[in-house]
């Protein structure tokens, strides 16, 4: 049973930096591409970040040095460094495994970075 569970999020000033981490189980860990996507109110789900499982990184323009994904093999993890937090980067952030190759995409159910003064 695939199961990836969240875990970092929280409230905090504009300007402020919160670590995103995501525990996996349930899949080949090292054969899956990794990534984050967030979910805002009135918005549909978009790209944060994602690594693929061969290293090449992609990020949305609007976290492009801000934010940094990684990947934990050996722990079967998945993190998120945020920084410079705005407003905007409030939602719901959510892990996801794929391998595109069997068509398998699995989510968690999601942490909560909510950014206000």
């Known amino acids: 049973q695939v199961r990836l569970v969240e875990s970092g999020g929280g409230s905090v000033q504009p300007g402020g930096s919160l670590s995103l981490s995501c525990a996996t189980s349930?899949?080949?860990?090292?054969?899956?591409?990794v990534g984050w996507y967030r979910q805002s109110p009135g918005k549909s789900r978009e790209l944060v970040a994602y690594l693929s499982s061969s290293g090449h990184s992609t990020y949305a323009d609007s976290v492009k040095g801000r934010f940094t994904i990684s990947r934990d093999d050996a722990q079967y993890s998945v993190h998120l460094q945020m920084g410079s937090l705005r407003p905007e980067d409030t939602g719901t952030y959510y892990c996801?495994?794929?391998?595109?190759?069997?068509?398998?995409?699995?989510y968690g159910q999601g942490t909560q970075v909510t950014v206000s003064s």
């Open positions: 996801n495994v794929r391998r595109p190759k069997y068509s398998q995409d699995y």
């Open positions: 349930g899949v080949l860990f090292l054969d899956y591409d």
